[in-house]
């Protein structure tokens, strides 16, 4: 995995005057910008995309943060304010939150790959409107494919409809579906949990879930004597 300059100098604020008084990534969470190279072309592309309203609004893109050998992929809806601040998906109160999800499954971030349907932080924080989505749907297909998990959780409503369209998230969260060559599991977003504490142990069920289908994927792969989501895993080595 290399270490470059995921973004391009103007791009990113930690390199412009004008945002210098924000907030610095801490340290803690640099290593979430290790790009591996063909994910780093794709953060380029991104970086300059002018093709919805957000991008009037963004300080920079938030293309999402993981290894292209990630066997486990979260989606969620859109970056807020610190994601728009430091480049970075899941990287407020509703991604410490995820980190204790991933940890109580035996993960870290460093295990799995993290982004949103939008990459551009709405105003105020609304809810991503469907142009908006479909706009940016052709970068989440492009890091399916680079990335290709064996498993998808999407995180919240927005991202649960792209796979399902007419689902209420309160009856089908947690149920693994499969979708052609992937499992896809439906989760409620994070920041629920943060709002309806009775949510918090629901997610950690719901995330419970997710750990059969990865270790299914080590016992399909003869190198899997290793953590699921390392590279050896790799989807790409499975009959999956
Ligand atoms: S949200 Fe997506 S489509 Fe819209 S400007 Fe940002 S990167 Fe482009």
Redesign the pocket.
């Known amino acids: 995995m290399n270490t470059p300059p995921r973004l391009k100098k103007s791009a990113n604020p930690r390199n412009n005057d004008h945002v210098s008084s924000r907030p610095a990534v801490p340290q803690t969470l640099q290593h979430l910008f290790m790009t591996d190279e063909p994910l780093k072309r794709l953060y380029e592309t991104?970086a300059d995309?002018?093709?919805?309203a957000?991008?009037k609004q963004?300080s920079q893109?938030v293309p999402g943060s993981g290894p292209v050998t990630a066997n486990l992929m979260l989606v969620g809806e859109a970056p807020g304010q610190r994601e728009d601040e430091w480049g970075l998906p899941f990287v407020g109160r509703s991604g410490q939150f995820l980190d204790k999800l991933l940890s109580g499954i035996g993960l870290t971030r460093a295990d799995v790959y993290v982004t949103n349907v939008?990459?551009?932080r709405p105003p105020k924080n609304r809810d991503p409107k469907e142009p908006?989505i479909a706009?940016?749907s052709d970068?989440l297909d492009q890091q399916i494919s680079v990335i290709n998990p064996v498993v998808i959780a999407t995180l919240g409503r927005f991202s649960m409809a792209r796979w399902f369209p007419d689902a209420r998230i309160s009856q089908i969260h947690g149920q693994v579906k499969r979708i052609e060559c992937r499992y896809v599991v439906p989760m409620y977003h994070p920041a629920a949990a943060l709002r309806n504490n009775n949510l918090r142990s629901v997610m950690h069920d719901d995330f419970e879930k997710l750990l059969p289908l990865l270790e299914k994927q080590s016992a399909s792969n003869p190198r899997a004597s290793v953590p699921p989501t390392s590279k050896s895993a790799h989807p790409r080595n499975s009959p999956l």
């Open positions: 991104i995309c002018p093709n919805c957000l991008a963004r893109t939008v990459k551009c908006e706009s940016c970068f």
